[in-house]
Nanobody, 124 residues
Framework: QVQLVESGGGLVQAGGSLRLSCAPS????????MGWFRQPPGKEREFVAA????????EYADSVKGRFTISRDNAKNTVYLQMNSLKPEDTAVYYC?????????????????WGRGTQVTVSS
């Protein structure tokens, strides 16, 4: 199983920005679906953003549309989540996920490989 490693989390003030990265333990992201999910304190894990590694369509949760952007760097074999205009309600552990599907997947059950998560805390 390929391991996914997230990085880039931290503490930021409301209105600030962070960029999360997700890199696999070996080069393998081609033909994969990639997603970002988050789990706020005391709540269930929820969908944030998704894309196909091959490019094209993306999907975003309504709560992050216009503020977050999912993208990938083929050369670095890395997926990113650029988060702008952060709000305190964005505070959560953010998880990267992958699935061997040439599609944009938005449901937790559709992913079979998960990272350990990175903490994002937005102060007011």
């Amino acid at each position: 199983q390929v391991q996914l490693v997230e990085s880039g989390g931290g503490l930021v003030q409301a209105g600030g920005s962070l960029r999360l990265s997700c890199a696999p333990s070996r080069r393998t992201f081609s033909r994969y679906a990639m997603g970002w999910f988050r789990q706020p304190p005391g709540k269930e894990r929820e969908f944030v953003a998704a894309m196909r590694w091959s490019g094209g369509s993306t999907e975003y949760a309504d709560s992050v549309k216009g503020r977050f952007t999912i993208s990938r760097d083929n050369a670095k074999n890395t997926v990113y989540l650029q988060m702008n205009s952060l709000k305190p309600e964005d505070t959560a552990v953010y998880y990267c996920a992958s699935s061997r599907a040439a599609a944009v997947l938005v449901y937790i059950s559709e992913y079979d490989n998960w990272g350990r998560g990175t903490q994002v805390t937005v102060s007011s």
